[in-house]
C-alpha cells in the first residue's frame, strides 16, 4: 500500500511511504536535503512503523518543532491507520 503525506514545518513538502502491513517497504521524499531524503529512506527500509516511531519522534530540525524524519514517523503511522481502515 501507498500513502502520500503532506509534511507540516519542513523543508520536504510530501513524502510516500509504501507499506507491507506494519513494514517499511519504500520512502520517497519530495523536496528537502539531498543527503538525508536519500539517507533517510535507507535507513528505514525494513523497519517497523513502530521502530521508526522510537528512533524518529521528536526530533527537531533548525529551531523547528519537527524535522523531515519526525515527519516520516507522523507519515507512517497515518498510513498504517489508512491501512486499517
Do not use: H, W
Amino acid at each position: 500500500m501507498s500513502y502520500l503525506y503532506k509534511t507540516r514545518g519542513t523543508c520536504s513538502t510530501m513524502i510516500e511511504v509504501e507499506l507491507d502491513g506494519e513494514i517499511v517497504k519504500n520512502v520517497k521524499f519530495t523536496g528537502g536535503c539531498n543527503g538525508n531524503l536519500q539517507a533517510i529512506p535507507k535507513l528505514v527500509q525494513g523497519l517497523s512503523v513502530s521502530q521508526i516511531e522510537e528512533k524518529l519522534s521528536g526530533i527537531s530540525c533548525s529551531g523547528r518543532p519537527t524535522s523531515c524524519g519526525d515527519q516520516l514517523a507522523k507519515a507512517c503511522r497515518a498510513a498504517y491507520e489508512a491501512a486499517l481502515s
